[in-house]
């Protein structure tokens, strides 16, 4: 282990200022490549909801789909075990907790088959994947259930192990996990007040954090500099490099499918809470929510998305880098346009909103090809009186006006996603009328990743899910 850093309290506090923003061509990076890779994610249906491009912690690109927005945090689900597994660096690196510890010494349980920090990090706990499964928030469970492999030498995809390192940072600082965090990592990378769905009596840990992309952006840069913001040693580099080396072995995980010759970019490795890849690691939440660190390219890509075939954003991505790298390898990212290329650049950082190309797209246009959440029973669709849009009416919801435009709207009851309970919930609807007398409504809870889709028939018939 390296020496410690500084106590949270003699850190330099960072504002939340916006990240420096300068042209594609500017940083090596093809303007037609960044622009490709928005295509692509929103032409093959993978419901892209946010994209942030940087290089040499600098933006390159940012983009968001309506309804979503680039300034409004949403569900990252287990991107947030990359929290969790800082947080631990941060109390190593404190000496308030050794990786090799016992896990059951800091939770105060019995650790009869020698669990170790380090295998929940790695989530090497040796547990199968059946096990995991009916083991479900409880530590104690997790530290008393013998596990079907010796721990170390086997990796199942382990939440649970996660949750528990949420409990060893509570029972150790007496706060719940962000709360920790806070000094220590959130307020010196600019990220606001955010909020993490509790489980089991804490936070969750393993997923239920919220976050804009732009926090998963500024997250990722700090892990590309080795824990450095600003010139301050904000996370121990030592635990960064530790954390994203590749501790497991993967190769068996039964991941998102790859296609036929493909490389699959969950079967090369597991570090402390990320996984490797083809390049790189990333923190990697559920239907698409990622923070690519790419050393290699001194590179970042934050995303927020809603798909099933995860594999197929991250080749969007890796398609985005191979540009990129032709175009380290001729020199720049214009190589025919040798001045002219070098004008834009300097042109692009005098005015930072349009050097980063900040472009409002939306995600109606591929509506037909998006998936809803859980099909449900109940829901019905009304046409207003004045004949230009809808009343949809849900269980547990109520009444919701729709419009053929986007439109935010407030309402009273039971979260779509993982919000908290008893809110006020900030919706936004959209829909259409079809040429065969059928209706079309999209409602998205703009704090998950998912939406639910209405349809009506042409007799009448509503299907929502």
Known sequence: MEEMTSSPQSRRPLSSRPLARRAPEGLGIPEAAVLALAERLAAQGLDPHALLVARHGEVAFETAWAPYRLERPALVY?????????????????????????????????????????????????????????????????????????????FAYNSPATHTLSAIVTALTGEPLTAYLRPRLLDPLGIGERWMSPYGGIEHGASGFHLTVDDLAR??????????????????????????????????FDGPAAATGEVNDWALGYGYQVWRGRHGFRLDGAAGQFGLVLPEHDLVIA??????????????????????????AAGGADVAGGADAAGRADAGVADAAVSARRVERDTWAARDRLLAADPFDGAALHDRA???????????????????FWQEVSVTGPALEDAPAATHLRLATRGERRDDGAALVHLVDTTSPHRVIVSRDGDGTVHAG
């Open 78 to 154: 287990s991107a947030s075990k990359t929290y969790t597994a800082l947080a631990i660096g941060f109390l190593a690196d404190e000496g308030r907790l050794g990786l090799d510890d016992s896990a059951g010494l800091h939770v105060g349980e019995a650790n009869p088959h020698g669990i170790t920090v380090r295998h929940l990090l790695t989530m090497n706990t040796g547990h199968s994947a059946a096990q995991i499964e009916r083991i479900g928030a409880d530590p104690l469970i997790l530290l008393r259930e013998e596990p079907a492999f010796a721990p170390g030498t086997h």
């Open 386 to 404: 004045d004949g230009d849009g809808w009343t949809l009416v849900l269980p547990g919801v109520g009444s919701v006006p729709v419009d053929t």
């Open 219 to 252: 997250t990722a840069i700090m892990l590309n500099a080795r824990g450095v913001v600003d010139g301050v040693q904000v996370a121990p580099a030592w635990y960064v490099e530790e954390m994203s080396r590749p501790w497991s072995e993967t190769a068996a």
């Open 303 to 328: 995303y927020q998305g809603a798909t099933l075939d995860t594999q197929a954003t991250l080749r969007a991505f890796w398609a985005f880098v191979a540009a990129v790298e032709v175009a380290d």
